[in-house]
């Protein structure tokens, strides 16, 4: 066992992949990083990159220890960064402790990364409405009936709550959405934009936000 974990830790140290794709430098970001970051998520979605829009976001609890998870952007408006999820998880439970939180956007097939940290609050109830009235209906059974971050006895309990509860709906002719689940909003104060190049000298170009202003500079790789 030792000899083939021994073997498998050698052949990850071994892995190397050469970013030669593009470049990033001053001139080509601009100074108004939304709208290059928009630029960046077009281009993902033009070139078909997997999932464009997943981001990781980090959260942080009250021992001051990070958690992270994969959610989807659903908009990107006045400078902010929106996605949905159940307030009552983990993620809702540790921002409404602590409302500082960062995303991580990861395209491999072009190469790039974003990070981004701010400061979250929730979206208006009409807004989050709005939202969830556009959702799939089964997607939005699944808002209604899972607690979400919590422990359940198995798999059927939400398999048999799924039916029941499509049953239901299906004859009252609508879902409305729940208290417990609704939008955020992260408003940026830091926003790097990374260039894979060669030799793993890439390219990175952070801006920050002082005093209502970006400031642009560039990071050693």
């Known amino acids: 066992m030792l000899n083939a974990l021994n073997f498998i830790v050698m ?36 070139g078909e990159v997997q999932e464009p829009t997943a981001m990781v976001l980090s959260t942080v609890g ?20 929106r996605f949905f999820t159940n307030y009552n998880s983990r993620k809702g439970q540790e921002l409404e402790n602590n409302p500082n939180a960062s995303l991580v956007f990861y395209w491999k097939e072009l190469e790039r990364q974003v990070r981004i940290e701010g400061i979250v609050s929730k979206l208006s109830e009409q807004y989050s409405t709005d939202y969830f009235n556009t959702r799939p209906f089964e997607s939005r059974i699944g808002a209604v009936i899972s607690p979400q971050s919590k422990v359940i006895e198995n798999r059927d309990y939400l398999d048999k709550l799924f039916e029941e509860k499509s049953k239901e709906f299906n004859e009252s002719g609508s ?33 920050r936000l002082i005093k209502k202003e970006w400031t642009k500079e560039r990071l050693a790789p």
């Open 11 to 46: 052949n990850l140290a071994d892995i190397r992949k050469s970013y030669l794709l593009h470049k990033l430098d001053e001139l080509i970001v601009g100074d108004d990083p939304i709208l290059f970051f928009l630029r960046w998520l077009s281009e993902a979605i033009e």
């Open 175 to 207: 879902i409305e959405r729940p208290n417990h689940w609704g939008g955020y909003s992260l408003k940026p104060e830091m926003i790097e934009f990374w260039q894979g190049r060669a030799s793993r000298l890439h390219d990175r170009i952070r801006f």
């Open 62 to 81: 009250e021992n001051s220890k990070p958690s992270s998870r994969v959610v989807l952007l659903k908009g990107c408006e006045e400078g902010e960064f």
